[in-house]
């Protein structure tokens, strides 16, 4: 049995920068790709700090997975890409203010440089959805 791959950036999210998409799925499994903290309304950074912009990049990973029937409660790892560790606080107290009680794996990175000017993180996920998978014909 061979899975397909199904790739989009759904409406009301920030525009991709480069030649891809920002969600790819397989069956039931989830992947979003590096997301930034723009908002899709304006096209502009949410804020000049860690903790709007980590706010924002949740309300684009929400609309992300509302797109494939899924949703935070259903996100299993998180990598954080932060340019100034120094951020590292400010950006977990936004991390929790958004992600409430769940707590998937997490990896943080601290990166030497990002793709555009005044962004202080990036951060990608992988998740299921809400359903899971039919298991017929497995």
Excluded at 77 to 97: G, P, R, T
Aim: glycine share 8%.
């Amino acid at each position: 049995m061979t899975s397909r791959v199904e790739t989009l950036t759904p409406p009301n999210t920030p525009k991709p920068i480069g030649p891809y998409n920002h969600v790819a799925q397989v069956g039931d499994r989830i992947w979003i790709g590096g997301t930034a903290g723009f908002d899709p309304a304006t096209g502009q950074l949410a804020g000049a700090d860690v903790g709007s912009q980590t706010r924002q990049i949740f309300r684009s990973f929400a609309v992300m997975l509302a797109a494939v029937d899924s949703d935070l409660n259903h996100v299993t790892h998180i990598n954080v890409f932060l340019k100034q560790m120094s951020d590292f606080e400010a950006m977990n107290a936004a991390y929790v203010e958004m992600m409430g009680e769940h707590r998937p794996a997490r990896t943080v990175f601290s990166v030497l440089e990002l793709p555009k000017p005044g962004v202080m993180l990036t951060m990608n996920l992988t998740a299921v959805t809400r359903q899971p998978a039919s298991s017929a014909g497995r």
